[in-house]
């Protein structure tokens, strides 16, 4: 529960969809990403490797790192932008107790596209939750907890609220789609879309999370939970922002800009309060111990995942300045819900080729070894290569219109309303099908080797073993393959 799902649910509502079309939107997208996200988690659940190292097997050793390099891009930018929601939850509060704060003078200069007490409110959001980020996150349990507790209670009374304010005959059930024919259908795969995007970056990097899973099945609860609690949170949204379009005589599908319309300042600072803990959570969670693994992957001799997780604060929070994004690139979150276009091929490729060309079967000490079993052709996989290539570029000119609607691509923009969906399905069918006509015989198993007692110098191929040798010729030490 957090503002990005109460902004998804509602946001619907703005594209001229009713309850009717946004709930099962929300309701089918979630089911979609709970079926992969339990498959990859299982991965991580049984291997026992993150999300990075488990890349390898299906991308190759140095391809792979496109996937965690994006990812690392992503997490960052989602951390910036969640950081700004976060201080205006915090401008919300402070205005509940200080109304004089909206009256602050602005020392700013009016091209700063942020104004003094916005600066305050950042900075103060930031500074709370920079200490979360120096402990593990089993540590800080209690947080979490918290915010269970907390956050569905005071969403729960905003509903309520919500249907005393405006009776449903009136306000939820009384509102209909003002959309038709083949503007309906296209409207309701985009929320379809938007849907899957805004868990998609944890459906590809969930074994980071169910790699300390006890055991596999203790992540199987996803399956059921994903889709109830989205959906759940997604009815509350929806059924607030449509008693704000009777009282306010708006769509404010933006849950704080709301809460600023409230005169009951208690009311408001603690439903601002419950903001401040969602967004709190899901960006430790989501954004920075994303990141930290990420980071810790690419560099791991001088970053581990809580270094990686206070870069990821000091470059998403401060270099890349989310009120300059948000106030000078209309179309950046357009862009980074475009971001599907590449995490649906990721997925799928994971999924493909653990699932189906393995067959579960894979080789664990070789996935840390650069020139061992999945070094494939220089460390590409050329089949994730092409299924890349194949299932991205036709989503591209309907990307390129989401950033500039002033670029007119034609009819390829409605390619781009189910990217996650297409992108998945067709990158899976390309990487399913060249591994098969061209299977990479050296990375099939019949079991799976999890220590090198079983797979020993075995998954290094003679010619990989010329290639690392002549690589350290220099050294006096006898190579060692680890």
């Given amino acids: 529960m957090n503002a990005a799902v109460w902004e998804l649910a509602s946001s ?167 959309l038709e024919g083949a503007a309906l259908r296209w409207a309701w795969l985009r929320a379809l879309n938007s849907a899957l995007g805004l868990y998609s970056t944890l459906a590809v990097n969930i074994p980071d999370f169910t790699r300390y899973a006890k055991n596999e099945r203790a992540q199987y609860i996803q399956m059921f939970i994903i889709p109830i609690a989205f959906t759940f949170a997604g009815f509350i949204g929806i059924a607030v922002t449509s008693a704000g379009i009777i009282l306010y005589g708006e769509v404010l599908w933006d849950p704080l800009r709301l809460i600023d319309k409230w005169d009951n300042r208690a009311a408001a600072f603690f439903a601002s309060f419950s903001f401040v803990l969602a967004t709190l959570g899901t960006n430790i969670s989501a954004n920075t111990i994303s990141a930290g693994n990420d980071l810790s992957a690419l560099c791991p001799r001088y970053i581990n995942i809580r270094r990686g997780q206070i870069i990821c604060a000091l470059i998403g929070g401060w270099a890349l ?80 219109n989401s950033i500039t609607p002033t670029i007119k691509v034609g009819g390829a923009v409605h390619l781009f309303d189910f990217a996650w969906l297409f992108g998945f399905t067709v990158a899976s069918f390309v990487y399913y099908t060249t591994s098969v006509v061209f299977p990479a015989h050296e990375t099939m198993l019949d079991e799976t080797i999890f220590d090198d007692t079983k797979g020993d110098n075995k998954s290094v191929g003679s010619h990989n073993i010329r290639e690392y040798e002549k690589a350290h010729s220099q050294s006096t030490a006898t190579p060692v393959y680890v």
């Avoid at 060309?357 to 089949?383: K, T």
Wanted: proline share 6%; glycine share 8%.
């Fill in 12 to 178: 619907m509502l703005a594209i001229g969809l009713s309850w009717r079309q946004a709930l099962p939107a929300i309701a089918v997208g979630h089911i979609i990403i709970a079926i992969v996200m339990v498959l990859n988690g299982t991965i991580g659940a049984r291997l026992h490797v993150s999300f990075p190292v488990l890349n390898r097997s299906s991308f190759g050793f140095w391809f792979s790192y496109l996937s965690v390099i994006s990812r690392v891009i992503l997490a960052m930018f989602w951390f910036s932008i969640l950081t700004f929601t976060g201080s205006e939850c915090v401008y919300q509060m402070l205005k509940a107790i200080w109304p004089s704060i909206a009256h602050l003078p602005n020392y700013l200069s009016p091209g700063a596209n942020i104004t003094t007490s916005g600066m305050i409110c950042y900075l103060l959001f930031w500074i709370i939750q920079f200490p979360f980020l120096l402990v593990s996150p089993q540590k800080i349990r209690w947080l979490f907890v918290v915010k269970a507790i907390i956050v569905p209670a005071t969403w729960i009374a905003m509903a309520i609220w919500a249907f005393v304010r405006v009776p449903s005959s009136q306000g939820l059930f009384k509102h209909h789609t003002s």
């Fill in 321 to 400: 300045c989310p009120w300059e994004i948000l106030a000078e690139a209309t179309g950046f979150l357009a862009f980074m819900n475009g971001y599907t276009v590449f995490l649906g091929p990721f997925a799928g490729i994971m999924v493909t080729d653990y699932w189906l060309v393995h067959r579960g079967m894979v080789d664990v000490p070789s996935m840390y070894r650069p020139y061992g079993r999945y070094r494939y052709v220089g460390g590409v996989n050329w089949r994730a290569a092409l299924a890349l290539l194949i299932s991205v570029p036709p989503n591209l000119p309907g990307l390129i």
